[in-house]
Structure formats: structure tokens, C-alpha cells
């Protein structure tokens, strides 16, 4: 079974909800390889025990470092619990890897009900489905 490469981000707010969702699905977040933005990653890990490889926080930087690993190929699928109720500063680096996800067509989940959906998916760390990936002539 391949390892599936995930990114795990949340905003603040969000953080709680994101660290419970981990948790309820720790056995999957196991056969994972788990990228994240800095303060979540480092939420996670602390909490979870789980090997998570941190960037730079998202105002910092973090949701670009995500956005160049989905241009090269090497996300399997995001799960990005963004605030809906407080504004970011960064939000055209929240936009921009949003809508990376749909360029690439990678999965990407922005809530709890929805990542509960992929993630137990038997499509979900399937070693035989690829998504198309989207050529561009370009
Ligand atoms: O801001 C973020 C995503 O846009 C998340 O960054 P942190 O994980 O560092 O809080």
C-alpha cells in the first residue's frame, strides 16, 4: 500500500476542530505521510505523536510551500479547515492554494463532514486510483 501524502492546515479557530478530526481518524493519519503548515504541524504532532514534517507558518509563507509541492505533483490530497468568520491576512495565499487544488485536480477537503467522507473513501489510500491529472498546453 503506498503512503499517501497529505497536508493538514488549519486556522486558528479551526485548530480544535482539525486536531479532533486527527484523532478520530489516527489509524489512516498512521499510513500517511503528513505535511503541514507550522503552528498546525506543530499542534499535531505535540498532541498525536504522529511524524508530521512542518513549514513555515501559513501568513509566513506555509500555504505556498503547499501550493509548489501540488504544482510538482507530490500531494496526494489537503484537508484545509479555514475560517470562514475572521479574515486572514494571507488570505491570496489561502485562495491561491485552493484553487491549486483545482488546477491539479487534488482532493481537497475544507470541512469536518467532508474530510470524514474522504478519508474513508476505499478510494482513499487505493493503490489503484490515480485521479487524471490535467494536462495544460501551456
Ligand atoms: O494560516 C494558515 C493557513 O492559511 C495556517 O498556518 P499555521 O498552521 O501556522 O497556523
Same mark, same amino acid.
Given at each position: 500500500?503506498? +503512503?499517501?501524502?497529505?497536508?493538514?492546515?488549519?486556522? #486558528?479557530? +479551526? +485548530?480544535?476542530? /482539525? /486536531?479532533?478530526?486527527?484523532?478520530?481518524?489516527?489509524?489512516?493519519?498512521?499510513? $500517511?505521510?503528513?505535511?503541514?503548515? @507550522?503552528?498546525?504541524?506543530?499542534?499535531?504532532? !505535540?498532541?498525536? @505523536? /504522529?511524524?508530521?514534517?512542518?513549514?513555515?507558518? @501559513?501568513? /509566513?509563507?506555509? !500555504?505556498?510551500?503547499?501550493? &509548489?509541492?501540488?504544482?510538482?505533483?507530490?500531494?496526494?490530497?489537503?484537508?484545509?479547515?479555514?475560517?470562514?468568520?475572521?479574515?486572514?491576512?494571507?488570505?491570496?495565499?489561502? +485562495?491561491?492554494?485552493?484553487?491549486? $487544488?483545482?488546477?491539479?485536480?487534488?482532493?481537497?477537503? $475544507?470541512?469536518? &463532514?467532508? &474530510?470524514?467522507?474522504?478519508?474513508?473513501?476505499?478510494?482513499?489510500?487505493?493503490?489503484?486510483?490515480?485521479?487524471?491529472?490535467?494536462?495544460? #498546453?501551456?
Amino acid at each position: 500500500m503506498k +503512503k499517501y501524502r497529505i497536508a493538514l492546515v488549519a486556522h #486558528d479557530h +479551526k +485548530k480544535p476542530e /482539525l /486536531l479532533q478530526w486527527v484523532n478520530k481518524h489516527i489509524d489512516v493519519m498512521r499510513k $500517511c505521510s503528513i505535511v503541514a503548515t @507550522g503552528t498546525t504541524g506543530g499542534l499535531i504532532a !505535540d498532541n498525536t @505523536g /504522529l511524524t508530521v514534517t512542518r513549514f513555515k507558518s @501559513g501568513p /509566513l509563507g506555509g !500555504d505556498q510551500q503547499i501550493g &509548489a509541492l501540488i504544482a510538482n505533483g507530490e500531494l496526494d490530497a489537503l484537508f484545509f479547515f479555514w475560517d470562514p468568520l475572521n479574515p486572514a491576512p494571507h488570505d491570496p495565499d489561502v +485562495k491561491a492554494l485552493l484553487r491549486l $487544488c483545482s488546477v491539479w485536480n487534488v482532493p481537497v477537503a $475544507c470541512t469536518a &463532514a467532508t &474530510a470524514d467522507m474522504v478519508v474513508t473513501s476505499p478510494l482513499f489510500l487505493s493503490d489503484d486510483y490515480q485521479p487524471v491529472k490535467p494536462s495544460y #498546453d501551456r
